[in-house]
């Protein structure tokens, strides 16, 4: 065999990164993804931190229970719980109040959203009656505790 008849190598030119339209169109799907994914994951975190608020409420609630084994009542009649410090003052996620009824045979406990969760109110009772009064600023009437627009109570 000759020289000549020896084939040549074909030099192939090996790709070298991403074209314009590959990059724009994954772009394009991440800030998709991102848009998607987003508003999910901020609530995900916000229902975290109303957990705070719930367990808050239902230890002053103990609390207070434990004070009306001793002595009958709650506190002054229209006044506020007697068991005040059965509330958490330091809060990172809410403001707590609590208010007895006009026969001190009764209590609500509020606790309202501080923060980045402003617009939130929840209450609980003696009979431990749960409510929702507000959601993400808007008045509501729910008879439990919601965490979500979309839950209702059974």
């Known amino acids: 065999m000759t020289a000549c008849n020896t084939p040549h190598p074909v030099l192939h030119r090996a790709p070298r990164g991403f074209t314009l339209i590959e990059v724009m169109i994954t772009v394009a799907i ?35 229970e434990q004070y009306y084994q001793d002595f009958r009542n709650y506190g ?3 006044g506020s719980c007697a ?3 059965a509330l958490p003052s330091n809060s990172k ?7 007895i009824g006009s026969t001190n045979q009764t209590y609500t406990i509020t606790a309202a959203g501080k ?5 939130y109110e929840y209450t ?21 505790w919601i965490t979500k627009a979309s839950e209702s109570c059974s």
Request: aromatic share 10%; net charge positive; with cysteine.
């Open 83 to 85: 068991t005040q410090s």
């Open 30 to 64: 991440i800030g998709i993804l991102a848009a998607v994914a987003l508003p999910s994951y901020r609530d995900y975190i916000r229902r975290g931190k109303l957990q705070e608020g719930f367990a808050e409420m239902a230890t002053a609630r103990v609390k207070l």
């Open 124 to 144: 609980l009772t003696q009979s431990n009656a749960q409510a929702t009064t507000k959601f993400n600023g808007q008045t509501v009437t729910k008879s439990c």
């Open 76 to 78: 002054t009649a229209a």
């Open 93 to 99: 996620y809410f403001t707590y109040t609590c208010t």
């Open 115 to 119: 923060g980045d969760i402003t617009g």
